[in-house]
Every structure is written in C-alpha cells, then in structure tokens.
C-alpha cells in the first residue's frame, strides 16, 4: 500500500469530486464537507464511472406517505442504472454485502518536507499548499 | 514512493465487433428540423407547436430518475441534450465500444402521434432527411429508420416510397400505442409496403398517442411505467399475429425494441395453448402462434434480462432462440448496456459474436 498525492485540497472542494489514476487504478475523490473520501471509480454493474454520478441523499419511509431524508451528498448514485453507492465506506445501499467497491484510506498532508517526500510529477509541491493524499 | 498519473481515460473495449440496433440521436431544438420543414410547418410550430394527447405535450410522460431518460454522464459539454452531439456519440460509444454499425431511433417529437395527422407527415419527412444529412451523412457507422405517421397510412406509404432503396435506411419505426392495435387492418398499407421493399419494421417502447402505458390506466411512478413496456409489446405481438398478419404479409419482419426477454416463451406458450382451444374464432391463424414469432419477430437485448443464475439467462435464450436477439445499448439513455458486461453468463466466442454482431447482420443484410 502506497501513499499518493492526487491534488490539492483546492481542487477538490467541499461537495466537490475529482478522478485520479493510480498505478492504472480509477479512483473517484470526493470531499463531504471537508472530510476526503476516495472509492474505486468502476461501478461493479457495468462499469460507468462513478465520478460521473450525481450526490445524492438517503430517502426512505417507514410507511406509505412518510419520508425521512438524511445523509444530504453522502451517497453517489450511479451515472447510468442509479445503483447508489455510500461514499464513505464504497458499500451500495440495496446489497452492501455483495455490491461494493473498494474504499482507499485518505488523508491531508501540508506541503513542505512531508509533501515533497510524498513527490508527484504532475504537482509542483510547495510549502505551503495542502495535499490529499490516498493510500492506494 | 511511486509517481501517480492523473487522467480521465477508461479501459477501450477489447477489439470486438458490434452492431447496436438501438441509439437515440437527439435535436438540440426544433430549429435543427427547420431547413427540411416546408414555411408553412415552421409558421405552424412557431404558432401552435407540437401536439402529442398526453398532458406537458413536449415532456415525458412520468418525471424520471434522471432528465430525457438520459445517462448522467452523456450530456454534451457544448450544451444540448443527451444524443446531440455526434462528437460525443463518437467519442463516448461508437470509438471505444467497437460499433461497426448503429441504428438510429429518433424517439422524441413523435412525429407518429402528432394529432394533427399533417404536420406528422411533413415532420417524417424533415427527421428523415434529417437523419440522412445530420447523421448518417456525417458518420457512415450510422443507419437510419424511417418515421412514418401510421395514423395516416397514405402519408405513411408515401414516405417509405420516398425512402426505400435509399441506403442511408434500414428500416421502418413506429412506436407502440398506436390509435387501434397494430394488427388492425388501417395499418396494413404500411405493412404492404414494407414487405414490398423488405425493410423490417421496428417496434421501440414509447409512444404517445393517449392510451394508458397500462391495461388499468395510468401508473404513478415511472418506476411503474418502465415495468409497463412488456405489456405494450406483448399487446402488439398478440395483435399482429391474431389479425392475421404474417398469413398475408409472410415475408414481412419486425423487431421489438427494448421490451424485455423474459415474456417471450411464456407468451409463446399460451398462444400455443389458447390456439389449440380456440381457433375456430380465428381460422385465418392457420399456424400455431409460436411460429410466426419463430419466423418473422426480432428482439433487441437490452434491458438485458439479470436472473440471480447466469444458467437462467442462458436457458432463456434457448427458449427464445439464439437467432432470434439482436444486440442493442440505447445509448444514450440511463439503461444503456454494456457491450462487454450486458451478458451475465459464460458465452462462448460465438454465441457472443452471434448476439452482438452475427444477427444484426444478417438481419439487416449488412456485408
Ligand atoms: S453500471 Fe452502475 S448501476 Fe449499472
């Protein structure tokens, strides 16, 4: 498990997602009011990329006539068939057993010594920028 | 440490051939038809518009999980609707999913279900030459279908006169909910014509000439509404067959697009059954219902059928018959399939290259 620098924190703001490539790896970024969160980007249904999805919030009823909305933004639902998926933890609402997808660990790391050893060619890391980086 | 690349690409499909029977191009407005509408039909839809019998004449007929029934990923950057942009289409499906051929079904404005039987004419006219100049002219991987106004059959005749033997068309479309069922005789000019020229007629869900999407009228949800397309089909199918049809146009083809698989055998077998008992009420049904389906009725795959057991889809496909199902995506709506992942059951390299390419083909009599 390797640790890469994927963007700034500026790129991805809150409510924001970015993809990234890792070692041929899709993942999909997305920051949830503040906090990073980093997900395989290949829906495990027919592929769509994840980062296309739209956020979404949990809906559901306890009866007929009766809603609860909670979780504004934190799930994403898949650009093409809608499966929804938990952004924090990659598992799908309707079979989070079987239907999931990788999650990676994420983290902020400020720039200066710590970043330049976390060295990214497409980055030029300064000192007092912030970094996510993703263990992957 | 190890450098990270960044980069929007996505696998490309391993180099396999396929003929999608089903993509949708879209308009970005109604001024994309002007050049081929007569002033008169441009001044009427500039004056009264459109007119479809459903409510919200220009929308869909249920709110959707996602606008124009479109993939959340397929919108154009350079703004229009999803099916737009050839570019997109090119660059987003045809490229990277191996289609050697894909077949044009326009599916809004409905020229078929405008009531004003007149302006439905001259709007198959403009989006066929449409589809012939904006599309198929500009990507030759494209076919055409050609729209036609059943409500009127002399229209409708007279445009697939216009259009047959022209190569930019495959074949002929028309909606489901039709005025009267399909079988009914007001339609068997068009009928006539097709088989004249041997163009297929495709049979895609929608359709929106006022009749429920449901025998017991109209559902709330669109969740409702996309259970609903089976039961039009199948409407059709019985009507085609029990009117007798196939006895007088025997080498007249249809293929029903995207109504689902699952029904097929079971209708089959009741027909089967039903005819046995019954067929003195419609002597003019000289064989068992099943073969004419066996003989002149196509199906287009997608939505693909998902059983729990891959061993159930290929069961399936037995009963319908492997000859029987042509390969399509519906690029761009929110129910595409997949090309490489549509099928979830182990297909040898034939049966694969049978479904996605062989059929169509043949069907359409592509070299
Ligand atoms: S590809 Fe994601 S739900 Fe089908």
Same mark, same amino acid.
């Given at each position: 498990?390797?640790?890469?620098?994927?963007? @700034?924190?500026?790129?991805?703001?809150?409510?924001?997602?970015?993809?990234?490539?890792?070692?041929?790896?899709?993942?999909?970024?997305?920051?949830?009011?503040?906090?990073?969160?980093?997900?395989?980007?290949?829906?495990?249904?027919?592929?769509?990329?994840?980062?296309?999805?739209?956020?979404? &919030?949990?809906?559901? &009823?306890?009866?007929?006539?009766?809603?609860?909305?909670?979780?504004?933004?934190?799930?994403?639902?898949?650009?093409?068939?809608?499966?929804?998926?938990?952004?924090?933890?990659?598992?799908?609402?309707?079979?989070?057993?079987?239907?999931?997808?990788?999650?990676?660990?994420?983290?902020?790391?400020?720039?200066?010594?710590?970043?330049?050893?976390?060295?990214?060619? @497409?980055?030029?890391?300064?000192?007092?920028?912030?970094?996510?980086?993703?263990?992957? | 440490?190890?450098?990270?690349?960044?980069?929007?690409?996505?696998?490309?499909?391993?180099?396999?051939?396929?003929?999608?029977?089903?993509?949708?191009?879209?308009?970005?407005?109604?001024?994309?038809?002007?050049?081929?509408?007569?002033?008169?039909?441009?001044?009427?839809?500039? !004056?009264?518009?459109?007119?479809?019998?459903?409510?919200?004449?220009?929308?869909?007929?249920?709110?959707?999980?996602?606008?124009?029934?479109?993939?959340?990923?397929?919108?154009?950057?350079?703004?229009?609707?999803?099916?737009?942009?050839?570019?997109?289409?090119?660059?987003?499906?045809?490229?990277?999913?191996?289609?050697?051929?894909?077949?044009?079904?326009?599916?809004?404005?409905?020229?078929?279900?405008?009531?004003?039987?007149?302006?439905?004419?001259?709007?198959?006219?403009?989006?066929?030459?449409? *589809?012939?100049?904006?599309?198929?002219?500009?990507?030759?991987?494209?076919?055409?279908?050609?729209?036609?106004? *059943?409500?009127?059959?002399?229209?409708?005749?007279?445009?697939?006169?216009?259009?047959?033997?022209?190569?930019?068309?495959? *074949?002929?479309?028309?909606?489901?909910?039709?005025?009267?069922?399909?079988?009914?005789?007001?339609?068997?000019?068009?009928?006539?014509?097709?088989?004249?020229?041997?163009?297929?007629?495709?049979?895609?869900?929608? =359709?929106?000439?006022?009749?429920?999407?449901?025998?017991?009228?109209?559902?709330?949800?669109?969740?409702?509404?996309?259970?609903?397309?089976?039961?039009?089909?199948?409407?059709?199918?019985?009507?085609?067959?029990?009117?007798?049809?196939?006895?007088?146009?025997? %080498?007249?083809?249809?293929?029903?697009?995207?109504?689902?698989?699952?029904?097929?055998?079971?209708?089959?077998?009741?027909?089967?059954?039903?005819?046995?008992?019954?067929?003195?009420?419609?002597?003019?049904?000289?064989?068992?219902?099943?073969?004419?389906? =066996?003989?002149?009725?196509?199906? !287009? !795959? *997608?939505?693909?059928?998902?059983?729990? %057991?891959? =061993?159930?889809?290929?069961?399936?496909?037995?009963?319908?018959?492997?000859? %029987?199902?042509?390969?399509?995506?519906?690029?761009?709506?929110?129910?595409?399939?997949?090309? %490489?992942?549509?099928?979830?059951?182990?297909?040898?390299?034939?049966?694969?290259?049978?479904?996605?390419?062989?059929?169509?083909?043949?069907?359409?009599?592509?070299?």
């Amino acid at each position: 498990m390797a640790r890469h620098v994927v963007a @700034t924190v500026d790129e991805i703001p809150p409510g924001a997602r970015k993809r990234v490539e890792v070692e041929g790896r899709g993942i999909a970024v997305f920051n949830i009011g503040g906090a990073y969160f980093a997900i395989a980007d290949r829906c495990p249904h027919e592929g769509a990329s994840l980062c296309d999805g739209r956020l979404t &919030a949990l809906v559901e &009823a306890s009866e007929p006539g009766r809603y609860v909305l909670s979780r504004r933004g934190e799930l994403v639902r898949c650009p093409w068939h809608g499966w929804e998926f938990d952004i924090r933890t990659g598992r799908s609402w309707c079979d989070p057993k079987r239907l999931k997808v990788r999650s990676y660990e994420t983290s902020v790391e400020v720039g200066g010594a710590e970043a330049t050893e976390l060295q990214a060619e @497409t980055f030029p890391v300064s000192v007092e920028a912030r970094f996510v980086v993703v263990e992957a | 440490m190890s450098a990270t690349a960044l980069g929007t690409s996505r696998p490309v499909a391993a180099k396999r051939q396929v003929i999608d029977c089903d993509i949708h191009p879209a308009m970005t407005s109604w001024t994309e038809v002007h050049p081929y509408l007569e002033p008169r039909w441009i001044e009427h839809l500039k !004056t009264y518009g459109s007119h479809l019998r459903h409510a919200f004449s220009e929308a869909l007929t249920h709110p959707r999980m996602s606008p124009d029934a479109a993939r959340v990923d397929a919108y154009p950057e350079e703004g229009g609707p999803p099916g737009s942009s050839l570019d997109l289409m090119r660059r987003q499906h045809l490229d990277p999913n191996g289609i050697e051929h894909g077949i044009l079904i326009p599916l809004r404005w409905n020229p078929g279900s405008q009531r004003n039987l007149d302006f439905g004419v001259a709007l198959t006219r403009a989006m066929n030459s449409w *589809q012939a100049e904006r599309w198929v002219g500009q990507e030759p991987r494209l076919k055409g279908s050609v729209l036609v106004a *059943q409500e009127d059959a002399v229209g409708a005749v007279a445009e697939i006169e216009a259009r047959a033997g022209d190569p930019s068309f495959v *074949q002929i479309l028309i909606l489901p909910r039709t005025d009267e069922p399909l079988g009914r005789r007001r339609y068997w000019p068009i009928f006539e014509a097709a088989e004249r020229h041997d163009l297929p007629i495709a049979i895609h869900v929608g =359709g929106t000439n006022g009749h429920p999407s449901t025998g017991g009228g109209w559902p709330s949800y669109y969740m409702e509404e996309h259970h609903a397309v089976a039961e039009s089909m199948q409407a059709i199918v019985v009507s085609l067959i029990f009117e007798g049809v196939f006895e007088r146009f025997p %080498r007249l083809r249809f293929v029903i697009m995207e109504g689902g698989l699952g029904w097929i055998p079971s209708l089959c077998a009741r027909m089967d059954r039903n005819w046995e008992r019954m067929r003195g009420e419609v002597p003019h049904v000289r064989r068992r219902p099943s073969e004419y389906l =066996g003989e002149s009725i196509w199906f !287009t !795959t *997608q939505p693909m059928e998902e059983p729990e %057991r891959p =061993g159930q889809l290929l069961e399936l496909m037995d009963r319908i018959g492997w000859d %029987r199902l042509l390969f399509s995506t519906d690029y761009p709506h929110w129910d595409f399939d997949d090309p %490489r992942y549509a099928f979830r059951a182990p297909l040898t390299r034939a049966q694969k290259d049978q479904l996605l390419f062989g059929n169509a083909q043949h069907f359409y009599g592509f070299p």
